[in-house]
């Protein structure tokens, strides 16, 4: 597709249950990003992607989050064990780092998550 | 202190003037910035990109690069109605995680 797709658009889950959420990049891109926004907050960082690289992970905020990229495209973030705190929306950007010029990320439309 | 400070506003001008959104950081390393807008509900979509230090102007946006303040800028002209929308500034080092201002929310009333 022209852009990011994430899926589910919304979904909603009850405390304790594990969810995955998906995204698909940009075609080529070889940077992946997860980020979160909580209501009313700025965007906060989980993990990063760049090609073959371990991933950087310094943003989960604890062991029930993970998340994998296979064959260098599409990315699953799995929360175990949802918490009500854990209600946010999760955005996925992909970024092509080839050239400095093409430096730049662009996001899907993100997964509402609520945990009640 | 954090690594990207920007005020959350909100904002409010009316149709026609000239709004200038900032950000300030700490991390002298940073090459890349960018400013995002974002609608209610809807992902981040970006605005402006300038790499390193110096101004760019696209239309009635023009996103201005000090490192030497490490400091920020983005200036709408003629502002619109739909130019309402909370405004992200990111930034990064090459190859590194874009880190993101908390928004500022703006309003243009007609």
């Known amino acids: 597709g022209a852009g990011v797709s994430q899926s589910p658009s919304n979904k909603v889950t009850e405390k304790g249950k594990d969810v995955e959420l998906r995204c698909d990049p940009i075609?080529?891109?070889?940077?992946l990003y997860w980020y979160r926004q909580s209501l009313g907050q700025g965007l906060e960082f989980l993990i990063y992607f760049q090609g073959n690289s371990a991933p950087d992970k310094s943003g989960l905020p604890s062991d029930r989050f993970s998340a994998e990229r296979t064959g260098g495209s599409v990315s699953t973030l799995t929360i175990q064990r949802t918490q009500q705190e854990d209600s946010a929306v999760y955005l996925c950007a992909s970024r092509s780092e080839v050239r400095r010029a093409n430096d730049q990320a662009f996001f899907g439309q993100g997964t509402r998550l609520t945990v009640v | 202190q954090k690594e990207v400070e920007q005020d959350p506003g909100p904002l409010s001008v009316p149709e026609g003037a000239i709004v200038s959104l900032n950000c300030t950081y700490s991390?002298?390393?940073?090459?890349?910035f960018m400013w995002y807008r974002q609608y209610s509900r809807k992902g981040p979509e970006l605005l402006m990109y300038?790499?390193?230090?110096g101004n760019k102007e696209d239309g009635r946006f023009t996103a201005q690069v000090d490192k030497s303040s490490k400091y920020i800028s983005l200036f709408i002209r003629d502002s619109q109605p739909s130019d309402s929308a909370t405004y992200l500034c990111?930034?990064?080092?090459?190859?590194?995680?874009?880190?993101f201002g908390k928004g500022t929310t703006l309003s243009v009333s007609s």
């Open positions: 991390n002298s390393a940073f090459q890349y």
């Open positions: 990111a930034m990064s080092q090459a190859g590194t995680a874009l880190i």
């Open positions: 075609s080529g891109h070889t940077a």
């Open positions: 300038t790499y390193s230090s």
